[in-house]
């Protein structure tokens, strides 16, 4: 195959090789089932406890015991949301969310409310993807029962001010959950830090296999269960355990943490050449998301005026280029993306969105290759275009 | 997920561009994502002597418009209105399901220049 060139790691990373290592063990000769007492179960067994070490000190938790591991991030939202509201729903059956959260707690909030009876405030976003504290403070009401606000944004980047929503949720004694699918590896978690009760995580999006995830519940957070089953997560998740994928995830967190100030470091670099070069050379380019730390180190998300994203990552695919869009014609639904809608841009302009997303192993080289055959794309599509005059 | 053919029209679109002289304009809009086709005529003898046109939208809207570009080029109008939909789609070796909509599109934005050319000489017969 030609050289190609993966801008998507928001969507998913490649398994790192010192992951796969750790792996490969345990899918061939090391197969025992964690609950059994003999010898392969045990050391199955104590295998999960180091893996669920590591992700502990990835977000730096009290405890390991309040790591939970799922099937993957959308697994650890749902049982979140579901996990309290459950628990919780004697004392109030309101939730507070943000109008740009992953569909995985979107449609979480959703089910909530159609099928359980719950009422759910989709708090509004300023233009750069920022939700409002006062906006969210003014919403708590006495049934309010969680606010679960994500850390980061998947298609722009917008990390949200987590520490200041966890203790206006402590002032009002409402538990807080945050996705943090998409910041983990990329910027520093440190729930103890952010004060969170409940954050979720998904190994694929740093480095790690696909389907797993995990779920940290503060110790003292009342959650039920949602898959009902062995005993396995002490209770709170049952089903024999994806071992290989524990352990990938465990290693993938240990990378994440070793890796993180120089990874930041280089990644914010390249991600501002990026940002600065297409705003010289492509005339009508729009940038989604803030500028700055505000912004997470390996998104770039633009709108490119009068033409269609899924015509863009066509163009660059036969270039060797992967990227993702967030066009109406791109997913499926035929409707623009929820976030980019949510900016408050219409519905021509989402449709030419695209996203580049890095990750560890981007390097220089490959930045340049973008850059020198992006303008070429973007004017060859304009050409065509009857809203673009020249 | 496209056909061959699909990716062939994407890439290398047959008459893509805008006509400065054209006898007609026809332009439709798609209600389900909101993208637009023109498409450009210059016609004689009730024939379509030459055609362009440009696409805001998707691979399929870019290939189903070349296609049917390239399908109703020569035609007399009345053989034009004839070319349908299913027959753009199949000329590319079919349409992913999702994108079938988008060949409507196309054959829709031939249909509205044809009208439109047969409105504005019956205006100008009646002058
Ligand atoms: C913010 C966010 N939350 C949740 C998920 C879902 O994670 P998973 O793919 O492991 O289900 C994703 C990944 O697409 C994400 O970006
Ligand atoms: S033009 Fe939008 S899906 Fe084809």
Same mark, same amino acid.
């Given at each position: 195959m030609d050289k190609r060139y993966y801008f998507d790691h928001a969507a998913t990373t490649p398994i790192d090789e010192k992951v796969f290592q750790e792996m490969e063990p345990f899918l061939t000769e090391e197969f025992g089932n964690p609950s059994s007492i003999y010898q392969e179960g045990q050391k199955a067994n104590q295998t999960i406890m180091e893996a669920r070490e590591k992700v502990q000190d990835l977000i730096n938790a009290e405890d390991s015991r309040e790591i939970i591991f799922t099937g993957s991030g959308t697994e650890a939202d749902n049982l979140a949301i579901k996990g309290v509201a459950m628990a &919780?729903? %004697? *004392?109030? *059956? $309101?939730?507070? #969310?943000?109008?740009?959260? $992953?569909?995985? @707690? &979107? $449609? #979480?909030?959703? /089910?909530?409310?159609?099928?359980?009876? /719950?009422? @759910? #405030?989709? !708090?509004? @976003? %300023?233009?750069?993807? /920022?939700?409002? &504290?006062?906006? !969210?403070?003014?919403?708590?009401? %006495? %049934? #309010?029962? &969680?606010?679960?606000i994500m850390m980061a944004n998947n298609e722009i980047g917008t990390i949200q001010p987590v520490k200041e929503i966890a203790e206006i949720a402590k002032d009002h004694e409402v538990y807080f959950h945050t996705d943090a699918v998409q910041a983990a590896g990329q910027i520093e978690v440190d729930v103890q830090e952010l004060g969170v009760d409940l954050l979720t995580l998904s190994a694929h999006k740093i480095n790690g296999p696909k389907g797993v995830g995990a779920l940290y519940v503060k110790k003292g957070v009342k959650l039920i269960p949602q898959m009902n089953g062995g005993a396995q997560e002490r209770k709170r998740r049952g089903g024999t355990e994806n071992l290989a994928g524990i352990v990938g995830f465990g290693k993938a967190a240990e990378l994440a943490r070793k890796r993180l100030p120089e990874k930041q470091k280089k990644l914010i670099k390249l991600r501002d050449k990026i940002i600065s070069n297409i705003e010289e050379n492509i005339s009508k380019a729009i940038l989604n998301g803030p500028r700055g730390d505000k912004r997470l180190p390996n998104n770039v998300n633009f709108c490119f005026r009068y033409i269609e994203g899924e015509s863009i990552l066509l163009n660059l695919d036969f270039l060797g280029i992967a990227a993702s869009s967030g066009s109406a014609c791109t997913s499926g639904s035929l409707e623009p993306s929820h976030v980019l809608l949510s900016l408050g841009m219409s519905h021509e302009v989402a449709h030419g969105s695209l996203r580049i997303s890095l990750g560890y192993n981007t390097t220089e080289e490959e930045v340049d290759y973008l850059l020198d055959k992006l303008p070429g794309v973007i004017q060859k599509i304009r050409d065509m275009s009857p809203l673009y005059d020249g | 997920m496209y056909s061959d053919k699909v990716m062939d029209h994407f890439q290398n679109p047959r008459n893509v561009g805008k006509m400065e002289d054209a006898d007609i304009i026809g332009e439709v809009g798609n209600p389900t994502c909101g993208d637009i086709i023109k498409v450009y005529m210059k016609i004689e003898d009730d024939h379509i002597k030459d055609i362009k046109f440009s696409t805001f939208g998707c691979g399929a809207a870019v290939a189903t418009s070349s296609m049917v570009t390239e399908l109703v080029k020569g035609k007399s109008l009345d053989d034009a209105l004839k070319v349908s939909k299913d027959q753009v789609a199949e000329a590319l070796d079919g349409l992913p399901p999702a994108k079938m909509h988008c060949s409507n599109l196309a054959a829709d934005a031939i249909k509205d220049a044809i009208e439109k050319y047969r409105s504005d000489s019956e205006e100008k017969d009646e002058e």
């Open positions: &919780l729903k %004697d *004392k109030g *059956k $309101h939730i507070i #969310t943000s109008e740009i959260e $992953h569909h995985a @707690v &979107l $449609h #979480t909030c959703e /089910f909530m409310e159609k099928h359980l009876g /719950f009422d @759910v #405030t989709y !708090l509004e @976003v %300023d233009g750069d993807g /920022f939700i409002d &504290l006062e906006d !969210l403070e003014n919403s708590i009401r %006495d %049934d #309010t029962i &969680l606010i679960t | -």
